[in-house]
């Protein structure tokens, strides 16, 4: 009996120490999640659709390495490929878990040992090309890939610049080649690359023609300077298109190649050339309409830059902030939770305005 009451003594205390060493735990996890700073992000554990995305508390906050610049994000701005991604159907997927989500804006909260660029409290946009986690409240950013912000923009169009405006620029200028007075189509003008590659071109003075699918979409290439558009869901705009051999294009723009670039090749000045941006399947062509006018089909992948394009064109769109030229506009902005709608909406649009950007601060 007394060896029983001894054991259960013993238990007891056992019990107790396992108890102590738990509670002891627990303070130190809350203590060092107090020290090491928390975040609100949104996380993607298993690749698929727009539900995969979930807000999730207490995340750390990125580390910040040398050469790089911690972003206090206020907000996230969504592009097609964010969707690709999402839902693992792109070339180059990352590990999961992971945060979505490739362009930024905010402040800068804190600068790597060897970034010299940027100090605490700046305001900036960034930009990452085969990197991510702009939809949670911080981001540590190599120096390269962050910009400064000029106060006539605010966040939500700090975070429409990086990727359309760096994909326009080198589509038009470094690709397309394009130079004062030619004639450009952008084929896709009312989506965020296309909006931005009219503002471009205007301000390097080119004649533009842009297509949209809707009137609100016409209305809003027309405001930023298109010298005529078109509606590309009209059944007769191709035709209208091709029925002036004058008006033919030393640039296109391609948004939806797929879908264009058989009558892109007809659409062609002597020595056009078509850029590939956007493109969601194969499509059948006649290489002989390239023949006799030698034009050209050129593909673009803004990730596939070399860090002296990345910089030159990093360069060429500052000086667009400043000239007043970077205009970005924006047609939605979502809270947090719910960029999953952003992810659907981005990709099963009924007719672009512009940029979806996603609020990323409460
Ligand atoms: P977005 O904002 O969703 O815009 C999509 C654009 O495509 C809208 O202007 C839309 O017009 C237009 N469109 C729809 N149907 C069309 C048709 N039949 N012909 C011509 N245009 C049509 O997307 P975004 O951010 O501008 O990106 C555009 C495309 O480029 C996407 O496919 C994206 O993945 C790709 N992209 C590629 C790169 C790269 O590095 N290569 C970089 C960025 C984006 P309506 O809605 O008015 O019909």
Request: with cysteine; net charge positive; proline share 4%.
């Amino acid at each position: 009996m007394t060896g029983n009451i001894c054991k259960i003594i013993r238990n007891k205390n056992n019990i107790k120490d396992k108890l102590k060493v738990l509670v002891l735990n627990k303070i130190m996890i809350s203590g060092s999640r107090m020290s090491s700073r928390a975040m609100r992000a949104v996380y993607v554990r298993k690749f698929g659709a727009v539900d995969q995305m979930k807000v999730e508390e207490n995340v750390a906050v990125p580390k910040l390495e040398d050469k790089q610049v911690l972003v206090k994000l206020y907000a996230s701005g969504v592009n097609p490929v964010d969707t690709y991604i999402r839902s693992g159907q792109y070339g180059k997927l990352p590990t999961i878990p992971y945060v979505p989500g490739k362009d930024g804006a905010g402040l800068v909260d804190a600068v790597g040992s060897g970034a010299t660029r940027f100090k605490v409290g700046d305001r900036v946009f960034c930009s990452q090309t085969v990197r991510y986690g702009t939809l949670a409240e911080f981001t540590a950013m190599d120096e390269d890939h962050v910009f400064p912000l000029a106060d006539s923009l605010d966040f939500a169009q700090g975070a429409a610049i990086g990727i359309p405006y760096f994909t326009a620029y080198k589509a038009l200028l470094l690709k397309g080649r394009a130079k004062k007075g030619d004639r450009v189509l952008v084929h896709g003008a009312s989506g965020s690359v296309g909006l931005a590659a009219v503002q471009l071109a205007k301000a390097y003075g080119m004649t533009v023609v842009g297509t949209a699918g809707t009137a609100e979409g016409l209305e809003l290439v027309s405001s930023q300077g298109a010298d005529a558009v078109y509606n590309h869901r009209d059944s007769s705009y191709m035709d209208k298109l091709k029925k002036n051999p004058e008006t033919k294009f030393d640039v296109i723009l391609e948004m939806l190649s797929n879908v264009n670039l058989g009558h892109d090749l007809e659409l062609m000045k002597p020595k056009g050339r078509t850029i590939i941006i956007g493109c969601r399947g194969p499509v059948t062509i006649n290489p002989r309409d390239m023949m006799g006018p030698e034009t050209e089909v050129i593909g673009c992948a803004l990730f596939s830059s070399t860090p002296e394009e990345w910089n030159l064109i990093g360069e060429r769109v500052a000086e667009g902030i400043s000239s007043g030229w970077v205009k970005p506009v924006i047609n939605k902005i979502y809270d947090l939770h719910k960029a999953g709608e952003a992810h659907h909406d981005v990709i099963h649009s009924t007719g672009a305005k512009g940029k979806l950007v996603v609020r990323v601060q409460e």
